[in-house]
Structures are given as structure tokens and as C-alpha cells.
């Protein structure tokens, strides 16, 4: 178990598990912040459902092409809000039980989220407008 978990976290710190490439970040210190990868059913609730700050879930797989598209471009526009909304990450083939429950039925699949509950949703790939459209929605900007 000790091991299962040293593992996740691992895992968690960088995208597939590898280092950095020389001389480049994984990202900002605000970027690192604003977005994390969801452990548990019970982190979710903690970190998701009760969140003070609004939430966009991206519920993903490492297999889904348009996943590795869609995360790094929303990632970024998370970023660029500076702090006034995070992002959780749901693999969904780690944590079918969310993706059940927030009937999941394709990826990606990004929920925005204010006060433990569903505000907005949409599936697929959006561009960059499209993102910022959402973001403002969700923060009430």
C-alpha cells in the first residue's frame, strides 16, 4: 500500500511519471498551484466539492489523443486566472467511480464547478477563445 501510494504521488508530480527535460519547468509556481491531479474519492471531495474557489474537472485519459490536446491548453488558461479558479485532473480509468457519478460517457469531458455543484460542462476539444469564454463564465467575470 505504502508503495502504491509513494508511486501516485510520483506519478503526480510530472506528466507520465519523467523528469523535466533539461532547462525546461514543468510550469509556473501559479501553474502548479491551480492545478492538481485528483488521489481519491475522498480528495475530490475535499479539494472539489468543497472547494471555496470555482473548479474546472477535466476528466481525462492517458490513451485519449484529443485528452492530450485539450489538458495542457486548459492548464494554461487556468493559470493565466491567477488563482481566482483551480483545476482537478480525473484519470478516469483510475477513478471510474467520479466518471460514473458525473456520467462521464467520452473524454475529454471538463466540468465547471462553484460550490460542489455542476454549473457547465462540455465535451471534446475547444480552442483557446472558447476556453476563455468558459473560464469568465464559471468566475463570473
Same mark, same amino acid.
Given at each position: 500500500?505504502?508503495? =502504491?501510494?509513494?508511486?501516485? =504521488?510520483?506519478?503526480?508530480?510530472?506528466? =507520465?511519471?519523467?523528469?523535466?527535460?533539461?532547462?525546461?519547468?514543468?510550469?509556473?509556481? !501559479?501553474? =502548479?498551484?491551480?492545478t492538481f491531479n485528483v488521489q481519491d474519492g475522498s480528495d475530490f471531495q475535499d479539494r472539489v466539492?468543497?472547494?471555496?474557489?470555482?473548479?474546472?474537472?477535466?476528466?481525462?485519459?492517458?490513451w485519449c489523443g484529443p485528452c492530450k490536446i485539450l489538458g495542457p491548453r486548459l492548464e494554461k488558461?487556468?493559470?493565466?486566472?491567477?488563482?481566482?479558479?483551480?483545476?482537478?485532473?480525473?484519470?478516469? %480509468?483510475?477513478?471510474? %467511480?467520479? !466518471?460514473?457519478?458525473?456520467?462521464?460517457?467520452? &473524454?475529454?469531458?471538463?466540468?465547471?464547478?462553484?460550490?460542489? %455543484?455542476? &454549473?457547465?460542462?462540455?465535451?471534446?476539444?475547444?480552442?483557446? %477563445?472558447?476556453?476563455? !469564454?468558459?473560464?469568465?463564465?464559471?468566475?463570473?467575470?
Open positions: 500500500m505504502a508503495q =502504491r501510494l509513494a508511486l501516485r =504521488r510520483l506519478l503526480s508530480l510530472t506528466p =507520465r511519471g519523467f523528469p523535466a527535460p533539461p532547462g525546461r519547468a514543468l510550469g509556473t509556481s !501559479a501553474g =502548479r498551484k491551480s466539492v468543497n472547494s471555496p474557489k470555482p473548479v474546472v474537472v477535466d476528466f481525462h485519459a492517458q488558461m487556468v493559470a493565466k486566472q491567477e488563482g481566482k479558479v483551480v483545476m482537478a485532473k480525473v484519470d478516469i %480509468d483510475d477513478h471510474t %467511480d467520479l !466518471a460514473i457519478e458525473y456520467e462521464v460517457s467520452a &473524454v475529454p469531458t471538463v466540468l465547471a464547478m462553484k460550490n460542489g %455543484d455542476v &454549473v457547465d460542462k462540455f465535451v471534446g476539444i475547444k480552442d483557446e %477563445d472558447q476556453l476563455e !469564454a468558459f473560464l469568465k463564465k464559471l468566475i463570473g467575470a
